[in-house]
């Protein structure tokens, strides 16, 4: 349930009406937005007199039962858009931003070379692993602190916000330089991590895991909001099914799904969705056309000999002649990038 | 393994040629495109000397062999792009159709009045269903004869050629005047259906099944292939997956994925692949984006009277708004719509 | 909605309770058990006030509202189990049946060969597919006609009823000696291939597809009964999913479920659910303690050489081995082979 | 590739023959079963000069490539069944356990009441979850320290080793006093965790994650051995597919598949694969007939009021009549239970 209160009401008068509502045996949680505060009930809400409580307080404009199990991530508790600051770039709200960068970082020239090459073909977030979760426990797994050293100096050659996966809470220190804090497909239902970087003060690039649901997504994300932490964007990556030409399917629809549901940004990663190389365009393209805030592109200075993901990167010419493509296509859209 | 002629070689030549294979033990068939004729030989030609048979008949350009199972869908035998010649209207090669109507014809007043409201719109053909698949046997199936009746009343009214469904081969004899028989998802791999239709002498429109797999939908046109009738269209409309907030899941990697292996026209129905009337544009537009050569769109005057599939149908102002969205989109890809 | 009446009603009573029935605008079916005849009612029947007819009819015991789809197959409505008599032999209720035989009938030595050695073994019905269902149009099909006279000659020569596939309506005639007929999985939404075996007089084996969710199964069931034939098998034989170690993933959650929620007998195929050969006999022991009512498994003279599904063919001492085991086991549930 | 070694060859012999190898840049480990030792390498060994190797060391008697990408848990490098002893309870190689107990640790009243329970009945390992993995962070997700000390109290009354879920690798110094530590299906693919649980010095049940393959979950058991820890428990719990009717679709096949392929023990669980009560038994005894090695069964002595999972437990009276079954097939299986 959630009481949507009048404008400009004095904080004072908001934590008390709160305090109210939490003598009744319920947590509550705000939502702030441009016009309207949102005081929003979590527990049981069944037995609540809603037209009592808006009638007896003043402050509050009007009241709504939220039946969807995720709360402040919905759009009926928090209509407008959220837009993430990503180092300085916004991600949501008109705006369209691409991602780019190798699986893995490997070498400060490999790191170097790519940010500086993608930064000129468009790109306006860098990419790149440190930590890498690998199925087999005998694959190239990142260069750990040494891989977010060189990511930071790469940040720091281009200008441009560095976005890298962490794996486990133990290693959010290292995270402090970082733009945006991914969480892995692996790792969306890591319950505890989610919990961790809802309290750290970094945006969350939140990815779907393939095998679930959109409103699990959801749910995992409310895991972030609901510690503090609203700089969310979510990321549709391809889900597993029984087609096996694609190292995974990508589910297009997720986007316009998820944007009536949610506030939060949903960008598309179609490198890991197709694992395939010439697939990496025409899914991008169609990832325009659907409505997404942005891209995460996989490129690599060498794909043949990447130590993770080449057959999916696209090499730097490639990404050049994509972006040339994409720019016309977010113009078309009236979407920004940058 | 295919034998790529050289141009201009007289028909006698060829068939002695194949003659020449067939006494060998092979099958074989003509894929005939504007430069090239191909002999494709079905069977184990493990043990054929392919050197040796170029260089002992000088009709012969190159030999290759092909280890995809489906032969004469196969881009590698036919490299240029099949056109289908819809009742006048071409799909493929530079074209983008897009086939509007009801699911269900359900009346004289209502196909007409549809059939004349898509048109105008932009639409280039008509579909509505005469015979229904099920899943209940208690669900209205359709108006069967009377509905074809109704479907070709509203070509003759607009001019737009008529796509409907086939459920069983003893229907055909009705199919005469239809421009374009659909194979629904459902019978994929209903294979003496396939076959029946390859015998006929119409367009195929063949729908992927929700759970097969492209290699799958390729080898059920080449049924059709095979049989002698090379008008075919393919259509992906989702696939069943886990996901249950759509009604399947829209694979649109299976676009560029077909037409890297094909030389046949994919089209893409939104309306299937989600069920919910809210989707259908955003989806819409990705499918221009991605490459495909149509679409195939549900609508009905009326949606929330319609005797099936309502929830996933637009209504006539929303195609019309989305037609006039969708025609920019054809042109931006330098494609021609009509 | 159902009614159920008291015993011993004549006939010419149900008939007018129908008919009054009918003239309110419903079908009505009725369904016959041991004790009670049920009259069900078809179409929306919200606005019935049931009680009011229990009451108006003393033929009537009570009424029920049965909120499933499915009416016929629905053990709401049939409480007893059906017993499906396949020339002579009882499936179902207390019975366990094991059909066995080759996956294609290929030569009338390799036939009989085959239905001797596991008549011996056990087996209490032969199967043997005469038209088969192949994914590529240049597979090996099957002898059609002559495979149909061949299993009725092993028949004969070994007193086992037959099971075999149909795969069109238009083949009816020639399953006039035939004991079982069976729709395979990609035809099990072939609607009017169900309504047809419907209302032909033999016991049908309908194979569960390999997309479809229980409920489809029960509403494809629910066609043939729908239309007067209520000697219906249903076989669980894998869905298809993620997990690519094994062809399908068998489902034995579904036998359970399904004795749950139908009266009709279900019977288990692990050849074509696991696609390989050693994994037949683990879920043959799994089928029989889940409570399934019979086995279809396949076997061969020469799995090495088999014309169609070699890998997951038994051969014939293995099916002896198997057999021996699986008496006791049978024995174990309290159930009888025979 | 593998090397295994002839019998009785002194340590120091067998340090200097890996020492030898890893001068040529592999990695190795050694499996030691009760006849022969083996050695190890993983990397690209394709290089690799095997024959050469076996010649000029006495002590190797053969070597073999293994090709699957797991290596420590693969049957080829150690052929005899891993026994794992779960606090004084063996399992695996001729045993069969059942682990029962409530899905969460509510109260010392509630977990001692039911370890009395199910032990009483036979159960031979107590679960109990304090830490819980919730979709929603609204949902209850144990008692946490408090729930582990109820565990360990349970234990003493009862004296049965108990089993319980870690979410992450800071709360391992809270599983000393656990008996075998639960990796959940969301964290099967949480390789930090893996790895540290692989340092520890107790035994793991790793369940097999609701979209992962078979060669994953052996991959992620791979983790586990590969930083020395062999004792290792697999579960299927039900994988992720179209399939609506149950909360999973429980994965019979992978039992058989699984002990093929890997030396460790493989239980199931039919509790969350189902996710309804009357499903646990027919599930239940099916694993027994499958070849599985153990059970994990919900109980509670209130399903309706769990606080979590009460639709999916048995009462202790239902548990108690389905172990009076499951002895009985324990036995017909040739197996000891205790």
Known sequence: MIFVLK????????????QQIEEQGFQTFLSTGTEHTVVCLIGNTAAIDMESIVQNNDIVEYGRRVTEPYKAVNRTVHPENTMVNAGGVIIGEGMFQI????CSVESEEQIIKVAQSVKESGATLL???????????????????????????????????VVTEIMNQTQLPLFEDIDVIQIGAR???????????GRFHKPVLLKRGMANTLEELLLSA????????????????????????????????????????THLPVIVDPSHASGLRDLVAPLAKAAVAVGADGLMI???NDPARALSDGA??????????????????ISFEGKQLG
Chains 1, 2, 3, 4 share one sequence.
């Open 127 to 161: 990419r790149g692993g440190a930590f890498k979760p690998r199925t087999s426990p005998y694959a190239f797994r990142g260069l750990h602190e040494e891989g977010i050293r060189l990511l930071l100096k790469a940040k720091k050659e281009t200008g441009l916000p």
């Open 312 to 329: 999916q990167s696209l090499d730097l010419r490639q990404f050049q002649s994509l972006m040339a493509d994409l720019k016309q296509r």
């Open 7 to 18: 404008p400009a009401v004095p904080r004072f008068k908001i934590e008390a009406f709160r």
């Open 222 to 261: 409310e895991y972030i909001l609901s510690e503090g932490n609203n700089q969310v964007i979510l990321c549709e990556r391809g889900i597993r099914t029984f087609e096996n030409s694609t190292r995974n399917t990508l589910d297009l629809s997720a986007v316009p799904l998820l944007k009536q549901k």
């Open 187 to 197: 790792n969306m239902q890591n319950f505890d991590l989610l919990r961790e970087v």
């Open 99 to 102: 991602i780019s960068g190798p």
């Open 298 to 300: 996989e490129t690599h």
